[in-house]
């Protein structure tokens, strides 16, 4: 490879070094050219791309990139998935694992995450997780089922507090009612006869009434004479 070319290789891994967060490394010596393409097109259904790197240019590319973490994993015939800002770092793991599994030839090396270093075992435990979407669900889930319960223990004093508004507030209504019904639902007492009157007597009432004593006066005077 001619020195231009070589000075082009290490600028465009530099950039992708640069523009990726998340890098998967894979020893790739024994796979065949249709392995390494169906690979390789997995990988880019995961948001990866995977190039094959020298060990000498890949150092330099990283070194210039600030990616020390990278350095050690390059040791032997490397091939590098790069995954982009918008790429599924699971699926990418679980490509390569898949591949390592099937071909019992590929084998993962490492990996680097946002400048921290990726054992084996990490990169395989990221195979092992759900899917991003699945991911985000369960944790989206754990997160809102304690705000869940927490709203439901700040809104149940409110709610009882309100209840117990309600009844009092019926209460009271009802002790205001009740002066009001009671005339109404009393029963009526029962009516005591007033004493009888006597009526005034007229002027022949009177006169009528002398008269008859006049009369029995007469009677005992004349019943005197006789005895």
Same mark, same amino acid.
């Given at each position: 490879?001619?020195?231009?070319?070589? +000075?082009? #290789?290490? =600028?465009?891994?530099?950039?992708?070094?640069?523009?990726?967060?998340?890098?998967? &490394?894979?020893?790739?010596?024994?796979?065949?050219? /249709?392995?390494?393409?169906?690979?390789?097109?997995?990988?880019?259904?995961?948001?990866?791309?995977?190039?094959?790197?020298?060990?000498?240019?890949?150092?330099?590319?990283?070194?210039?990139?600030? +990616?020390?973490? !990278?350095?050690?994993?390059?040791?032997? /015939?490397?091939?590098?998935?790069?995954?982009?800002?918008?790429?599924?770092?699971?699926?990418?793991?679980? @490509?390569?694992?898949?591949?390592?599994?099937?071909?019992?030839?590929?084998?993962?090396?490492?990996? &680097?995450?946002?400048?921290?270093?990726?054992? #084996?075992?990490? &990169?395989?435990?990221?195979?092992?997780?759900? /899917?991003?979407?699945?991911?985000?669900?369960?944790? !989206?889930?754990?997160?809102?089922?304690?705000?869940?319960?927490?709203?439901? !223990?700040?809104?149940?004093?409110?709610?009882?507090?309100?209840?117990?508004?309600?009844?009092?507030?019926?209460?009271?209504?009802?002790?205001?009612?009740?002066? +009001? =019904?009671?005339?109404?639902?009393?029963?009526?007492?029962?009516?005591?006869?007033?004493?009888? &009157?006597?009526?005034?007597?007229? =002027?022949?009432? +009177?006169?009528?009434?002398?008269?008859?004593?006049?009369?029995? @006066?007469?009677?005992?005077?004349?019943?005197?004479?006789?005895?």
């Amino acid at each position: 490879m001619k020195k231009e070319d070589k +000075a082009k #290789v290490v =600028e465009e891994l530099t950039e992708r070094l640069r523009s990726s967060d998340t890098l998967l &490394v894979a020893d790739y010596r024994g796979l065949t050219m /249709p392995q390494i393409d169906a690979l390789r097109s997995r990988l880019i259904e995961s948001g990866a791309k995977f190039s094959v790197v020298k060990n000498t240019l890949g150092r330099r590319a990283a070194e210039a990139a600030g +990616a020390e973490a !990278l350095l050690t994993l390059l040791e032997g /015939p490397s091939a590098i998935a790069f995954l982009e800002a918008d790429g599924d770092m699971v699926a990418a793991a679980k @490509a390569l694992a898949d591949a390592a599994r099937d071909s019992k030839i590929l084998a993962i090396r490492g990996g &680097v995450l946002q400048g921290r270093p990726l054992t #084996v075992e990490e &990169v395989e435990t990221l195979a092992k997780l759900p /899917p991003v979407d699945v991911l985000r669900g369960q944790v !989206l889930g754990a997160i809102i089922a304690p705000l869940t319960a927490l709203l439901g !223990l700040v809104t149940a004093p409110l709610q009882n507090l309100h209840g117990l508004i309600d009844a009092r507030i019926e209460q009271l209504g009802g002790v205001e009612a009740a002066p +009001a =019904e009671a005339p109404s639902a009393a029963e009526p007492e029962t009516e005591t006869e007033a004493p009888a &009157v006597e009526e005034p007597q007229g =002027e022949g009432d +009177a006169d009528t009434q002398a008269d008859a004593t006049a009369s029995a @006066a007469e009677n005992d005077s004349t019943e005197t004479e006789e005895s």
